[in-house]
């Protein structure tokens, strides 16, 4: 089945201890991208990849991390979480030809920080 | 001003009923429409796309572009309680490196 995979759902850590929340696909997608949803504000871009060793900040990167050294992995870290980060994450990949059908979200990762 | 503005609602309405949910948008450069709908604790899955102005169906959901006001729609006849969720629209220009441009969201409940 055609799906990107996130891991873990759910998180709950403390302030200060690096995490990292994995994404993984196997559509063979060039583009992936990090998202936090949060209420009224949306789904809003963290860091994205158009390929494997090319990353660029979205529009909210302050805090993350992000390495792309295989095509399918893209994992999110989080060096020093603080509590402003308790969100719900997203990884999405898509083609980059064909984003308009092709793009694809994880089931998501529910963090929490305290 | 965001390039795609949304209503967050919460839109509620009694089972049966049309609903109507909107986008608008301040880029003219788009030229394809997604709407998403992403039921609670799941990712967003892709409902509908057209591209450029008109109108497309598929069962009870009806898209609707409308490129002169930057204005789409997205309708839904006869809705069920199963259509309860947050629907999102989102937005690209043509060409390949560009990426989907996401509204904020509408919530939608249809009560029985």
């Known amino acids: 089945e055609a799906q990107v995979t996130q891991n873990p759902r759910y998180l709950i850590t403390v302030t200060g201890k690096k995490l990292t929340v994995t994404c993984s696909q196997n559509?063979?997608?060039?583009?992936m991208s990090w998202y936090r949803q949060d209420p009224g504000l949306g789904l809003r871009q963290i860091y994205y990849s158009m390929n494997v060793e090319v990353t660029d900040k979205g529009d909210v990167p302050e805090g993350y991390k992000v390495s792309r050294k295989e095509k399918r992995n893209f994992p999110l870290i989080l060096e020093s979480p603080s509590p402003n980060q308790t969100s719900l994450y997203f990884c999405a990949s898509s083609f980059i030809g064909t984003a308009t059908r092709s793009y694809t979200f994880g089931s998501g990762t529910r963090l929490t920080v305290v | 001003q965001k390039e795609v503005e949304q209503d967050p609602g919460p839109l509620s309405v009694p089972e049966g009923a049309i609903v109507s949910l909107n986008c608008t948008y301040s880029?003219?450069?788009?030229?394809?429409f997604m709407w998403y709908r992403q039921y609670s604790r799941k990712g967003p899955e892709l409902l509908m796309y057209t591209y450029s102005s008109g109108n497309k169906e598929d069962g009870r959901f009806t898209a609707q572009v409308d490129k002169s006001s930057k204005y789409i729609s997205l309708f839904i006849r006869d809705s069920q309680p199963s259509d309860s969720a947050t629907y999102l629209c989102?937005?690209?220009?043509?060409?390949?490196?560009?990426?989907?441009?996401f509204g904020r969201g509408t919530s939608l409940i249809v009560h029985p």
């Open positions: 989102a937005m690209r220009r043509s060409g390949g490196s560009y990426i989907p441009t």
């Open positions: 559509m063979n997608h060039e583009y």
């Open positions: 880029n003219s450069a788009f030229q394809y």
